[in-house]
């Protein structure tokens, strides 16, 4: 579908049918085909994040789904308007989000959209609404707006360059940036080598791969160091039980162990870092189906391309209080430079990180990381 195609009185309705979901779902392929940078995602992994029976958020919070509708009768736009009431309970706030942001380039769609959104938001007693997040901020989030030059990694958002204009012109404005890093996974310098290794004397750290023979137990000690490590950021939501349990299956089918480091002092978790490979570069060839007539041709096409991933994606890092400032942070990551070299990487990209967290930032610069692209999120009040 070309996206520069006006939608003359665009009509927008809540998805309802079969049919309605199955347009919803099919809209990105169709609005993106022929862009070099877009990355079909799986449909599967689509329906099971919209799927109110599966995804765990569900349990607790509450979406509705949009098309918009050309004159002609074309889908030409989707949203979801969405209530996360654990959001606003740990934030003492009334904020609404829309996310799953789709739509042809015309400003009349775009706004019809987020009208759409805000309408549904406002009986709930909601007073700002902010995304694309879809649906937590532990999802994906937040819309590119620099470095569309360069590939989207695993598990982040794309969108073309058209999409601020259309959130702008719909009264949306910036509410933060979240910054993502490049770096050659070319190994640290001899001081930062040095310096590293007199941090992990001194905080009596041993640093560890992951064990995922201990499935569940490495899960539970990954959790307790993200939620303590996070609770103070932006945004923050702690994920329920089940909202990271269902993350922590997910990823396991596509995790290097080696990639995911957890420090210990006196036995107890204090930092952890996870890159995952990019499942990006190999995407592409299963062109969101894994399988076709009933047999598994994306499948085979993806298990093939795999073997051919050579970039991770740093998607974890933190460190609980008590051991910040420390080095701990450079520890990790030099950490992880020796494990992405090891494991035949060349490049990885770091974040997102809060474009206000200049401690975090400072480090990755320091360490080699340059910043590749931004991803906002909008903010409008209701």
Not at 166 to 194: I, M, N, S, Y
């Amino acid at each position: 579908m070309p996206s520069h195609l006006p939608a003359a009185a665009p009509v927008t309705r809540p998805v309802r049918t079969r049919r309605d979901l199955r347009q919803f779902v099919e809209l990105p392929y169709e609005l993106h085909r022929g862009d070099a940078a877009f990355v079909p995602p799986l449909r599967v992994e689509c329906r099971r994040l919209l799927d109110r029976g599966r995804n765990p958020f569900f349990a607790y919070g509450e979406a509705e789904l949009f098309l918009a509708h050309g004159g002609d009768g074309r889908v030409v736009g989707r949203i979801a308007a969405v209530h996360n009431p654990r959001h606003n309970d740990v934030h003492d706030a009334r904020d609404g989000f829309f996310g799953q942001f789709e739509c042809v380039d015309d400003p009349a769609v775009a706004r019809a959209l987020v009208e759409a959104a805000a309408a549904w938001l406002r009986p709930r007693g909601l007073t700002t609404m902010m995304g694309p997040v879809n649906f937590t901020t532990n999802d994906e989030c937040g819309l590119l707006v620099h470095g569309f030059d360069l590939p989207p990694r695993v598990l982040m958002p794309y969108n073309p360059p058209y999409y601020p204009a259309l959130l702008e012109a719909g009264g949306l404005t910036k509410a933060k940036d979240l910054l993502a890093f490049e770096r050659d996974a070319g190994p640290c310098g001899e001081r930062v080598v040095r310096i590293c290794d007199v941090v992990e004397r001194r905080n009596g750290l041993r640093v560890r791969s992951l064990d995922l023979s201990d499935f569940d137990a490495e899960v539970a000690r990954v959790k307790r160091v993200y939620h303590r490590a996070w609770q103070d950021n932006w945004g923050f939501t702690p994920m329920t039980d089940a909202e990271f349990a269902a993350l922590a299956r997910r990823l396991r089918r596509i995790v290097d162990p080696s990639l995911g480091l957890l420090a210990e002092s006196g036995g107890e978790p204090v930092a952890v870092v996870l890159a995952l490979p990019d499942l990006n570069q190999a995407l592409p060839v299963a062109q969101g189906r894994l399988t076709r007539f009933g047999l598994p041709f994306g499948a085979v096409r993806l298990a093939r391309a795999v073997r051919r991933i050579d970039h991770a994606r740093l998607v974890l890092a933190g460190v609980v209080e008590e051991f910040r400032g420390r080095g701990v942070e450079a520890v990790l990551f030099h950490r992880l430079q020796e494990a992405g070299v090891a494991g035949g990487y060349r490049g990885v990209e770091l974040g997102w990180t809060l474009e206000d967290n200049e401690p975090v930032n400072r480090i990755i610069a320091t360490l080699g990381g340059t910043h590749a692209k931004t991803y906002r999120i909008y903010r409008r009040s209701l």
